[in-house]
């Protein structure tokens, strides 16, 4: 089992350029999540996934979109990255209870 | 709504004493509350986790938390620190029974003096 994994590990865009951060999880979960962490804020909830094709909204999804063709994958797209977009971004799965997370992705955008 | 506060943003202990990060909690229903660790540079780890059955939940490293629904707080505890025990701690209530979202406090850092 990989568990969640997630990449690239480390990315540095220039405003206005748009990526994909990639999330995949091998253990069959139904519930999937992104967040963002920032200093001092612990975790705030992006989007999330109840099953492969639903998602809706968290705390802060203003700038990304999600789509969940597969119960495996969990994209995050960046439109066109703004500085404030700058973070640590981690993928989490679950089915009841615990959480599993990715190892995270340090974005910069310049 | 579910929240989650944190009362301290930082802590500083020495090697062999006590430790206590408080958290307290804001639910409209019966929570699943969670402490993760962080250590530098690298993802979160449970610690442990309380879903209603014992109200003092033993997890990992020799931390325990008790769950207390008068005082809605969460405590998390270990009567001994090591230095390998600094990080960034966060406690962390479920936003709701059926999705598997997390509300994150914000954060109490641990810092272990020799």
């Known amino acids: 089992n990989a568990g969640v994994t997630q990449t690239p590990k480390f990315q540095v865009l220039k405003t206005g350029q748009s990526m994909t951060l990639q999330c995949a999880q091998d253990m069959n979960h139904e519930y999937m999540s992104w967040y963002r962490q920032d200093p001092g804020m612990g975790l705030r909830l992006i989007h999330y996934?109840?099953?492969?094709?639903?998602?809706d909204q968290g705390e802060v999804p203003n700038g990304y979109n999600v789509s969940r063709s597969t119960t495996e994958d969990f994209p995050l797209r960046l439109l066109s990255a703004a500085p404030s977009q700058t973070s640590v971004y981690f993928c989490?799965?679950?089915?009841?209870?615990?959480?599993?997370f990715g190892p995270g992705t340090r974005l910069t955008v310049l | 709504a579910q929240s989650v506060t944190q009362l301290d943003s930082h802590v500083s202990v020495s090697e062999g004493t006590p430790v206590l990060l408080r958290c307290n909690y804001s639910s409209s229903y019966s929570p699943s509350l969670f402490w993760y660790v962080q250590h530098p540079n690298k993802g979160l780890q449970l610690l442990l986790k309380y879903t209603s059955a014992a109200t003092l939940v033993k997890g990992i490293n020799g931390f325990e938390a008790e769950f207390k629904k008068s005082e809605t707080s969460f405590h998390l505890t270990k009567p001994s620190a090591h230095m390998s025990d600094a990080a960034e701690y966060f406690c962390v209530v479920s936003g709701s029974s059926n999705t598997g979202k997390l509300i994150f406090g914000q954060g109490t850092t641990l810092q272990v003096k020799p």
């Open positions: 996934s109840v099953g492969a094709g639903i998602t």
């Open positions: 989490a799965s679950s089915s009841i209870g615990e959480q599993f």
